[in-house]
């Protein structure tokens, strides 16, 4: 009877260590990744799906009104990073997440202290700006909240989507250069229902486009998106023919929500051109 007993001892004492192996405590379970942001096109994503205690940090250039991808306001409610190693191994967050230009020594530092650094590119489509947006927001824990972003994104490109012809444009960039049409901007240009003038013109990618030559060859519409002299010249004025609209330079380089407000302005130009 007593062999019985411990028997029986024995199997309730396994099948507890079992459990406890198995069953994981509600808190832990919940828990998701804090994460620190060093690039600004993440930041801006992020701050839009992660939960406003997992975003531990975002980069230096969204505090800057001259180079955020954000709202300036909802940016300085995070506090802010230089990307330095120090910085974030006082942060001790989760996940760090850097752009594919991550200088190779900050990231050799911070895989050697045990850091999971996870890299994106510069999206170049509106399909790889959906899949940036998904794979942030399952790194993050919130594939809901990604599946959300995702689907406003795609109202706001619906609801910018011209019934009339396209029109002739030039996106007029920081210092005189104008985007190549693999460009993640020129694929939204061509969504809003313009056409590039630039590309009609032989110029590519990042190509640098006088005064004279617009001049010459002048489009229908004239986007400016930069202050160099050139962009600026009371000239341009006197071009009856030629609608002139301003884009601010944050609405260039990033995914994500930054689409939503690249779309709406654009729309609002077509708008203003009737």
Known sequence: MAKSANGLWLLLGSLSLFACGQAEPPEKAR????????????????????????????SHYSHSAASTSMDLAKARGYNVTGGTVEEVVALQPDIVVAGAFMPPATRAALDDLGFEVVTFGVVSSISDARTQIRDLAQLAGAVDSGDRLVADVDAALLNAKPAGDAISAVLWQPSGIVPG??????????????????????????????????????????????????QQHPVLGQLPDIHRATLDSSLLYCGGPTIIRMMDRLAGIRGEIG
């Open 31 to 58: 828990a998701q990744p804090t994460i620190v942001s060093l690039n600004p096109c993440t930041d801006a994503i992020l701050a839009e799906v992660a939960g406003p205690e997992q975003l531990l940090a975002i």
């Open 181 to 230: 049409e693999d460009a993640l901007v020129s694929e939204l240009l061509r969504h809003a229902g313009f056409t590039s003038h630039s590309a009609a013109m032989g110029l590519q990618q990042a190509d640098y486009l006088s005064l004279e030559r617009m001049l010459t060859n002048p489009p229908e519409v004239l986007l400016l998106a930069g202050q160099e002299r050139s």
